[in-house]
């Protein structure tokens, strides 16, 4: 193991090395959440606002993790959340994560914004789930649909919270926009991070050739690198839950909704046959002073039924995930801090980082006196603040 990777004792510190690593843009567009960063940071803290309450003199000597989603029995119940663009910000991102998370056997989430076939990545993970941002009309959500189905993907996640695009200020500040405009100052951002021009972008172009949008629809999209292409970031105000239900009736796999945060959609998808919910907010990229999930949590588990409900959006330690499991999640996914694992160390630190989580976890639970998840219970749990 590097001695980098011996210095990351948590998920928060492979952030500090990525930043260092990654072009200004590229690092502000991983990191960043929207308008004035209220939803990112209220996110975050959320987790804080509750405390543990442990039970002591019990036997933790055999603590269990394991928990089953779709019929699948995980490692943990923390997994990698969907990522946009990954291969950029490391090399071959989308396969580094699915690598590292079928070794350490945790829920995968490959993003439907990537630049990798999503074919060629359900090779290397084949318990892979893929997340869809629906295209603009009805033969082309079919067309992708039925790419995902060909492919033997057995979960595929449907989100529902980018309607329209997000002002993410912070993005244009730093100079970031999909795709990339060649300019002297992108060429700047290279020259400045040579681990990246060298061990990311060159090798991505000289292995693969250049980089194109590859699953937000059933064909190829647009180049990373264009001065005239346009990324369909829009286009998606006219979907309704009409466009889900006809999903629901083509697909045959599972099926779960990303980025449920009130009770009455919690409804929706239970009373359409929809399998799993994932409460979120995005991470706050999207609607800035919008609710943190942990606090509408409980609701949508009373509304859910016999859905399975995930989480994510801020859930950095293996209290985190407690909180979570207390409050009636299954699962939790985190997004970032893998992507700055992939930035910084590739596979190996997307490894590191999983069993950093998971370890965090299981002594988290030893510590509550709580030797498996099912343990987990409200009564462990206080609201403080």
């Known amino acids: 193991m590097s001695k980098l990777l011996e210095r990351c004792l948590s998920l928060n510190d492979f952030e500090k090395y990525a930043v260092k690593r990654l072009p200004h843009p590229l690092y502000a567009y991983v990191s960043g959440g929207v308008e004035d960063n209220i939803a990112l940071n209220k996110t975050r803290n959320s987790y804080a606002r509750y405390s543990l309450i442990p039970e002591n003199m019990v036997d933790v000597s055999q603590r269990n993790t394991e928990v089953e989603l779709f019929g699948h029995r995980y490692a943990a119940p923390v997994g990698l959340a969907p990522m946009g663009i990954s291969a950029i910000t490391g090399f071959q991102g989308d396969i580094a994560l699915a690598c590292a998370a079928a070794k350490k056997n945790v829920p995968f989430i490959m993003s439907g914004s990537s630049l990798i076939r999503l074919e060629d990545v359900a090779e290397v993970n084949a318990n892979m789930w893929f997340q869809a941002y629906l295209p603009k009309t009805l033969p082309e959500i079919d ?42 100052s992108l ?22 050739g250049m980089p194109y949008f590859e699953n937000n629809q059933a064909l190829r999209g647009a180049p990373l690198f264009s001065n005239k292409a346009v990324r369909d970031f829009s286009g998606r105000s006219h979907l309704t839950w009409q466009h889900i239900e006809h999903i629901r009736q083509r697909w045959t796999g599972k099926m779960v909704i990303k980025g449920i945060l009130s009770r009455k959609d919690a409804q929706r998808c239970k009373t359409m046959g929809i399998d799993g919910i994932v409460v979120s907010n995005h991470g706050g990229r999207q609607l800035d002073t919008v609710i943190s999930p942990i606090h509408v949590l409980p609701e949508i588990v009373e509304a859910a039924g016999d859905m399975t409900v995930m989480i994510d959006s801020g859930i950095r330690r293996g209290t985190d995930v407690i909180k979570a499991l207390a409050l009636g999640a299954t699962s939790c996914f985190i997004g970032r801090p893998f992507n700055y694992a992939c930035a910084v160390a590739g596979t190996a630190g997307v490894e590191w980082a999983i069993d950093l989580i998971v370890n965090e976890v299981s002594r988290d639970i030893g510590m509550l006196g709580a030797p498996s998840l099912a343990d987990i219970k409200l009564h462990h749990l206080r609201l403080t603040e």
């Open 187 to 208: 060429a700047w951002q290279g020259v400045t991070h040579p681990r990246w021009l060298a061990g990311t972008l060159m090798r991505t172009l000289l292995t693969s």
């Open 143 to 184: 067309a992708l649909v039925d790419r995902v189905q060909r492919a033997a993907i057995p979960v595929l996640v449907v989100t529902v919270d980018t309607p329209v695009k997000a002002n993410r200020e912070n993005n244009v500040r730093a100079g970031f926009a999909t795709p990339f405009r060649p300019s002297l």
